[in-house]
């Protein structure tokens, strides 16, 4: 009988562990589940999170737009999303997702931000090709918004590495200076008057002595573009009178 004494107590013993190790694996699986449900509602609120800041993206973008429509009441336009862009950093020539379907065709203002994005060249049914204000074809008949003195936009993209636009053409007399405001002129041939391109960088007399040059920062950033007010209202040219 005290023989097997020894022998019952380390079967208790072993009993005992066995228990304790089965108890440890439940617990150890009850954490693993939790964790499991704890990592699911993480990654349910990091989705839900994630959305919020998309929607104030949005809104942000929508309030820009609000922003424009207000400021260029007079003028019928047309919101649309960029939806795709030409190799390289800048937005110079993007996609929008609205078309001749929504009223869209060439020779469309395009604006975003703070104003002038560009003009719309090509259009199909459901999208359009907008030319940037920055692209080294585009040239904008400009005005200083305060002295009404002429100049010339050109678009260079060497130079907006620098976050600049060319300013040309401005007569030497002009009294054009360091911050005034760009907008477009009213004898442009395409672009309707008013718009804001930007303000003026710097500006000296060129060495033919009879013109002025320099530099404009534009309102829009074309680093990033999303939204995009459409003016659906072309230029009126004069050019439908009849000649006699």
């Not at 060249?121 to 074809?137: E, H, K, L």
């Not at 040309?168 to 200076?177: E, P, Q, V």
Request: aromatic share 6%; proline share 2%; hydrophobic share 40%.
């Amino acid at each position: 009988q005290a023989a097997i004494m020894p022998v019952q107590k380390g079967i208790n013993t072993t009993g005992s562990t066995l228990v304790d190790i089965a108890n440890n694996v439940e617990a150890l699986k009850d954490a693993q589940a939790e964790n499991a449900a704890l990592k699911e509602r993480v990654e349910e609120l990091e989705q839900q999170i994630n959305l919020l800041q998309m929607d104030t993206y949005e809104l942000d973008s929508y309030r820009e737009l609000l922003s424009l429509t207000n400021k260029y009441s007079d003028y019928e336009m047309i919101g649309a999303n960029v939806i795709a862009k030409d190799s390289g950093n800048w937005f110079n020539s993007f996609i929008i997702d609205k078309g001749s379907n929504d009223g869209v065709s060439a020779d469309m203002a395009v604006l975003a931000q703070g104003g002038l994005a560009g003009i719309v060249t090509a259009v199909g049914p459901s999208s359009a090709r907008v030319m940037a204000i920055i692209d080294d074809d585009s040239n904008i008949t400009a005005m200083s918004m305060s002295t009404k003195d002429s100049c010339m936009i050109s678009g260079d993209l060497e130079l907006y590495e620098d976050g600049r636009l060319r300013l040309l053409y401005a007569d030497k007399n002009s009294s054009i200076t360091k911050g005034d405001k760009i907008v477009t002129s009213n004898i442009s041939t395409k672009y309707l008057p008013g718009i804001l391109v930007g303000y003026v960088d710097e500006i000296s007399v060129d060495s033919n002595n009879l013109t002025k040059s320099g530099t404009i920062i534009p309102y829009v950033n074309f680093q990033r573009l999303d939204t995009v007010l459409v003016i659906t209202t072309l230029k009126n040219t004069g050019k439908d009178i009849e000649k006699h």
